[in-house]
């Protein structure tokens, strides 16, 4: 079982950057892959990126590669997501996940552990 604590959400006008970060607690963190979603209001959760229990490995949704960055680190049990060059479409609720496959799904529904979210909001 694991715990998680996002923050790092905000207000931030377009073309501005944030950091997220989640802190995990509980089974051993380099057990678990992880990776972000967000959801926005009135659309179902979607998957934004992932990375292997070493870190070695990152996926990223097509709507953020090239402007958000998913690392970790194992010895402070926190999983961070650099959000740069940020719009409006990006708004959301963002959530941080934690699975015990090898691989993080991309299905929300599939995901076995869950942070509260952070909200993000993106001004024009």
């Not at 959400?9 to 963190?29: D, E, I, K, N, Y």
């Not at 409006?88 to 799904?105: G, H, K, N």
């Amino acid at each position: 079982q694991v715990q998680l604590v996002e923050s790092g959400g905000g207000l931030v006008q377009a073309g501005g950057s944030l950091r997220l970060s989640c802190a995990a607690s509980g089974r051993t963190f380099s057990m678990w892959a992880m990776g972000w979603f967000r959801q926005a209001p009135g659309k179902e959760r979607e998957f934004v990126a992932r990375i292997s229990r070493s870190g070695a490995t990152t996926y990223y949704a097509d709507s953020v590669k090239g402007r958000f960055t998913i690392s970790r680190d194992n010895a402070k049990n926190t999983v961070y997501l650099q959000m740069n060059s940020l719009n409006p479409e990006d708004t959301a609720v963002y959530s941080c996940a934690a699975d015990s496959s090898l691989v993080l799904p991309t299905i929300s529904s599939q995901i076995d552990y869950w942070g509260r979210g952070t909200q993000v909001t993106v001004s024009s």
